[in-house]
């Protein structure tokens, strides 16, 4: 499988992440969403050896989230920084793609 190459452009809209990739796509991802769907530790918890999941705890109330900002992850992913304090999901692009196609199906 090919690496997903970065986006062209990453901005932050209203409470929306924006993201225009090479081939054209234009995907546009609120905040909470986002904070919902962050890959992190933190969020999602970890897996132990056997593949059980422990520790994760879902955001109280994302619908009051927003986007503050993000830093660029090597060439790879971006880390978003969230109003909660949230700032650990390291979203990469073929995460954010991922999501991206989920969020359409809403």
Not at 80 to 85: K, M, P, R, T
């Amino acid at each position: 499988m090919a690496v997903q190459p970065p986006p062209r452009r990453i901005e932050l809209i209203g409470n929306e992440l924006a993201l225009a990739w090479p081939d054209g796509r234009e995907d546009f991802l609120p905040a909470p969403f986002l904070r919902t769907n962050s890959p992190s530790a933190e969020n999602k918890g970890e897996p132990d050896l056997f593949g059980r999941i422990s520790g994760g705890t879902t955001p109280k109330n994302p619908a009051s989230v927003s986007l503050k900002g993000f830093d660029y992850v090597g060439n790879y992913a971006a880390r978003l920084v969230f109003s909660d304090g949230h700032d650990s999901g390291i979203f990469s692009w073929e995460y954010l793609r991922e999501i991206a196609e989920e969020f359409k199906k809403l």
